[in-house]
């Protein structure tokens, strides 16, 4: 089963179980002693940054899929390292990225350490609301393929496992298949281990799924997940040549497509995957085109919660709008009471690629 570190970093002893947290998940990507290094100085620069600017917040650590899948390296793993406060926020973020800005009379060079030394480094601020920070450490994060047009579709997501467990019931992943690409989130029965362990052969099970489309992709699921408790799950696949978006699922697990500025929901049907699938299920097909962000997101997340406005940004790295759906769906008074991921598809405009 993948393993999630969550940080909660209230105090400077808690920097360190950050760093180590990272190296551990280097360990887990197989990254070389010099990503490792990067890993862990990351880990720490943004922890610290949590302490000195926002009171606290958490380091949120996992090993996922890089942003773009390159054909040839689909199974490429990188190190992800996001953290979420609800402090006062930023409020000039190039000028917080240079080196020597500081509000605090320290040397300055944290946020623009960590900018170097990832291979994807954003960062999301408003002022009253809080920061979220999101870097990624592994070559395969960097590379992009020219002339490629799956290139344009970008994945991103975050899990946080309830209660801070070692292990989190929900799993996001995405596979591809020639010009097709697929985002699943899935969300084990209850959480704990046996939750995430019927979420781990969802992602398994996907691998050998990707050139299916959604609706026949989950009869393939539910003979996989068969013998484990079983699945909320949603499929969303982009048809790059086509211009075109199929969804399909089964279970509680939400959806949403943000098209021309305007949110709509995506309907999944009643069922667990592995336990008792629908005797039919259809997808649902939709329009894809540049300006498209798409939201997946398990039922740890408040059941009326809706997307913010800015939250519908292609532009913006799609795991950093997963971050920011966390960290304004909850807060320190308000946590959430499940295992939470949310999973983002988002088209990258022209001037990203």
């Known amino acids: 089963m993948p393993r999630v570190w969550e940080v909660p970093v209230h105090d400077s002893t808690r920097v360190r179980d950050a760093r180590v947290a990272a190296e551990h998940a280097a360990a887990r990507a197989g990254l070389d002693e010099q990503c490792t290094a990067s890993a862990a100085l990351v880990a720490t620069e943004l922890a610290t940054n949590l302490l000195k600017h926002a009171g606290g917040g958490r380091v949120l650590i996992d090993v996922v899929s890089p942003p773009v899948l390159t054909a040839g390296r689909e199974d490429a793993r990188v190190v992800q390292i996001a953290t979420v406060d609800h402090g006062p926020g930023i409020a000039d973020v190039p000028a917080a990225l240079s080196d020597g800005f500081t509000t ?6 944290g946020l623009g350490t960590c900018a170097r030394l990832a291979d994807d480094f954003d960062l999301h601020s408003v002022p009253g609301r809080g920061t979220v920070a999101l870097a990624r450490v592994g070559g395969a994060a960097r590379f992009r393929a020219s002339g490629d047009p799956v290139a344009a579709v970008r994945a991103g997501g975050v899990n946080v496992p309830y209660g801070g467990g070692d292990y989190s019931g929900d799993a996001w992943a995405w596979v591809r298949a020639g010009d097709r690409v ?11 281990p046996e939750a995430a362990r019927a979420s781990s052969a969802a992602v398994e099970a996907l691998r050998g799924a990707a050139r299916l489309v959604p609706s026949e992709a989950l009869k393939h699921l539910d003979a996989a997940l068969s013998g484990t408790r079983g699945a909320a799950v949603a499929l969303a696949q982009v048809d790059v ?10 279970g509680n697990v939400g959806a949403r497509l943000c098209a021309e500025g305007t949110w709509r929901p995506l309907v999944s049907q009643p069922g667990i995957v592995g336990t008792h699938r629908p005797t039919t299920v259809r997808d649902e097909e939709r329009e894809w085109g540049e300006d498209r962000v798409l939201i997946l997101h398990s ?30 769906a909850s807060s320190p008074a308000r946590p959430v009471r499940d295992d939470t991921a949310v999973a983002v598809l988002s088209s990258t405009p022209p001037d990203r690629r």
Do not use: E
């Open 182 to 192: 697929t985002l699943m989130l899935a969300d084990g029965l209850g959480h704990g």
């Open 104 to 109: 605090t009379g320290s040397l300055g060079a």
């Open 241 to 250: 040549r086509a211009g075109l978006l199929r969804f399909a699922g089964i």
């Open 299 to 328: 039922d740890g997340l408040p059941s009326r919660w809706t997307p913010s406005p800015d939250s519908c940004a292609p532009s913006v790295d799609p795991a950093v709008t997963a971050a920011v759906t966390v960290r304004d």
